[in-house]
Each structure stands twice: as structure tokens, then as C-alpha cells.
């Protein structure tokens, strides 16, 4: 229902931008970003409120990480820089429709997720 991209390999120090579009969907209250590398859980990223005035990073991504959305493109982006190699791991956009801030970082709360897309950063 999402589709992500974006992904590649990449060196240490280097970027990549990943997108995600919801074709058909026209609301969703909040958009984020979660990963999973292998053999851990999906942690939590980054997400952004529709207006964009609410935005949360996890404290691994702060300062590197930049998530944005064009609402009239129903896209959501996420601007990867500094990447490191731990940053490796498969990224999935999710769309939650009533998603609130307080269990913004939770992927319970999120309804509709992408296929996933993979980041790899060598070091």
C-alpha cells in the first residue's frame, strides 16, 4: 500500500534519500519511518505529523537524519546524511491515520506500512 525507495549501498560519511508514496491515500495524521537490521527489532526512526509541525527523531538519527512531506505528492522523505555502518538495516515507511504524538514512535500505532527498502552503509 506504500511504496519505498531510495535504498542502495553506500560508504560511511555518504547519503541516500528515501521516499515513500501512498498512492490513493489522501490522509494520514502521521507518516514515519522505522528499520530492522538483521537479527534485531524494528526500532523507530523518525515520523511527522501531517502539518509538520510535530516531528520526533530517535536519538541515533538526530543531527543526520531529516524526515519531510509533500502532502500534495502524498510522499514522505527521509534525508539520510553522516550515514554510518549501523545505520544498515531495511528502512519501511508507515502511515497511521490516528496516530497521536504521545505513541508517535510506537509501530503498533501505525496502520498501513511499505514493502521496505535496503540501506547498506560499508564502512
Not at 18 to 47: D, H, I, N
Not at 104 to 113: F, K
Request: aromatic share 12%.
Amino acid at each position: 500500500q506504500l511504496q519505498a525507495s531510495g535504498g542502495g549501498l553506500v560508504q560511511a560519511g555518504g547519503s541516500l534519500r528515501l521516499s515513500c508514496v501512498a498512492p490513493g491515500r489522501t490522509f494520514s495524521r502521521y507518516r514515519g519511518w522505522f528499520r530492522q537490521a538483521p537479527g534485531k527489532e524494528r526500532e523507530f526512526v523518525a515520523t511527522i505529523s501531517w502539518s509538520g509541525g510535530s516531528i520526533i527523531y530517535a536519538d541515533s538519527v538526530k543531527g543526520r537524519f531529516t524526515i519531510s512531506r509533500d502532502n500534495a505528492r502524498n510522499t514522505v522523505y527521509l534525508q539520510m546524511n553522516s550515514l554510518k555502518p549501523e545505520d544498515t538495516a531495511v528502512y519501511y515507511c508507515a502511515a497511521g491515520s490516528r496516530t497521536i504524538v504521545s505513541s508517535a514512535t510506537e509501530a503498533s500505532r501505525y496502520d498501513y506500512w511499505g514493502q521496505g527498502t535496503l540501506v547498506t552503509v560499508s564502512s
